[in-house]
């Protein structure tokens, strides 16, 4: 429980055995009595805490108890604080309305009568409290008055059984186009829809405390409104709070259309996947198939008529089956890809190591005998192995391949930990490129370098990235012509 606050009381006399008789009177537990023995020195207790009564002496020397009671009320602090004049000469009726002009609330008359004295202090006392309390009330109901009215939310008393608006605020505009004033004494019912009627009625016959519901309103220009009601009910009034979701309704309708189409273009997209999957197991055999009987047929007629042939025509034979060669090598990547897009992936712990060390030990057969490898410790994570083996297998292929021309080619193969994810790299001395053309690096026939100087298909860099973002990495590159590259990849850290 809190405790009450002492009453203040100044009590104001040039002479000290008034204010120790006072003193007796008016000393009791709740009372903080207070002294001053000139006007000056009043003053300045008064203006600079807060005094709940001040009783103060007529007749002083220099500044007389009327000058000060004219100084405290033409101030705002001290205004409203309630005064008793002490006299023992002024009585007739001259002096004592002069006393009331200039503020006083009463007058005690010496010597005093305690009982009356303590009276009157008693009163004037309750009486200033109340009134300060009356005060501290009022500006409370404004604050919440214009809370209320501040508020975006349609906030209103109904009655429970008529369904009429009893109070509404300001908010009403905005949200209707209704003023509070047109709105109330007018029937909740005259704002909703048929169906928005019939479930009011409803709601309206059986009593609950606190209850919520939506309803579709119409403003005063025709419009709809969503608005989402939250009710506390207290005997027969509805306390109401209404918020306008007419914008959050037109967002799920668009969400809800959204995932319609979203569902038919998945539909569609299954569709379209079963056609690729078609169309590539036709690439599969039905193209292969002329392309071996070319390489096939133009080997035959070079080994049947080798004596024959001329040097220039056993040339464009080789050129043929080479083309074949390639074509059907390239006939391969491209369902490699395709395949790729569509493959889903499985996560389980990986040792990068002996991932990397059979697949390197592979390569180096037909590899130039001079390179050189340098394997770093890979640390290890999650993710699909076979996957994850084509991306190095490609990445170290290319480097070789890149590479071979050099007097002594170099490989490096490393990684490195960042915050939350792992960064591969394989590094190498080879023939580079220009990093203003690395974004074409891993687009699908996008090559740097022409067919004539370095073989290859273009696809297997695409095969990489797309086998990386699909375990939720990235993939980028560096270098520098004619001075080697670096190609990194990175993958989520996972225990």
Same mark, same amino acid.
Not at 446 to 453: A, I, M, N, P, W
């Given at each position: 429980m809190l405790k009450q606050p002492e009453d203040q009381i100044l009590i104001v006399d040039d002479k000290v055995n008034n204010i120790y008789a006072l003193e007796q009177i008016l000393g009791q537990p709740g009372r903080n009595l207070i002294s001053a023995t000139n006007g000056n020195e009043a003053l300045k207790v008064a203006l600079n805490q807060e005094i709940d009564l001040i009783i103060l002496d007529v007749q002083m020397p220099g500044m007389d108890g009327f000058e000060v009671a004219q100084i405290l009320k033409s101030n705002k602090r001290t205004s409203e604080t309630p005064i008793i004049f002490v006299t023992a000469e002024l009585k007739d009726h001259r002096f004592v309305m002069k006393g009331f002009e200039e503020g006083a609330i009463d007058y005690l008359y010496k010597p005093l009568n305690p009982e009356i004295t303590e009276a009157k202090v008693s009163v004037l006392l309750q009486l200033h409290r109340q009134q300060r309390e009356l005060l501290e009330k009022n500006l409370a109901l404004e604050n919440y008055a214009l809370l209320i009215n501040n508020s975006a939310d349609l906030i209103c008393i109904i009655n429970a059984e008529t369904l009429l608006f009893e109070e509404v605020n300001n908010a009403a505009f905005s949200l209707?186009?209704?003023?509070?004033?047109?709105?109330?004494?007018?029937s909740l019912l005259e704002y909703l829809s048929e169906e928005g009627q019939s479930k009011i009625k409803e709601l309206s016959v059986e009593y609950q405390s606190t209850f919520s519901f939506e309803t579709l309103m119409f403003t005063k220009n025709g419009e709809h409104r969503f608005v989402s009601w939250n009710i506390v009910q207290k005997k027969d009034c509805w306390f109401a709070n209404g918020r306008d979701i007419t914008r959050q309704k037109k967002a799920d309708f668009e969400i809800k259309q959204l995932n319609i189409n979203l569902e038919r273009n998945v539909a569609q997209l299954q569709l379209i996947n079963k056609e690729l999957e078609s169309f590539s197991y036709s690439v599969?055999?039905?193209?292969r198939a002329p392309l071996r009987s070319i390489n096939g047929y133009a080997q035959m007629i070079q080994d049947d008529h080798a004596q024959s042939l001329n040097e220039e025509a056993n040339r464009m034979f080789n050129v043929i089956r080479k083309n074949a060669t390639k074509m059907g090598t390239l006939i391969d990547d491209l369902? =490699?890809?395709s395949r790729m897009g569509r493959k889903e992936i499985t996560r389980v712990p990986i040792d990068f190591n002996k991932l990397v060390e059979p697949i390197v030990a592979e390569l180096k057969q037909t590899a130039p005998e001079n390179i050189i490898f340098t394997i770093h410790p890979l640390p290890g994570t999650q993710g699909d192995p076979s996957l994850l083996s084509q991306v190095f297998v490609n990445l170290i292929s290319n480097a070789i391949k890149y590479s071979a021309k050099?007097?002594?080619?170099?490989?490096?193969?490393?990684a490195e930990i960042r915050d939350e994810e792992l960064v591969y790299y394989v590094k190498d001395n080879g023939a580079g490129?220009?990093?203003?053309?690395?974004?074409?690096?891993?687009?699908v026939f996008?090559?740097?370098?022409? =067919?004539?100087?370095f073989e290859g298909t273009g696809v297997g860099l695409a095969i990489v990235q797309r086998i990386i973002v699909k375990h939720g990495g990235k993939v980028w590159a560096e270098g520098k012509s004619g001075e080697g590259a670096t190609f990194y990849?990175?993958?989520?850290k996972t225990n």
């Open positions: 209707l186009g209704y003023t509070a004033q047109e709105m109330k004494n007018s599969s055999h039905d193209l369902l =490699s890809f050099k007097e002594i080619p170099h490989i490096e193969i490393g490129f220009d990093m203003q053309y690395a974004h074409k690096l891993f687009g996008q090559r740097l370098h022409g =067919s004539d100087e990849f990175s993958l989520p």
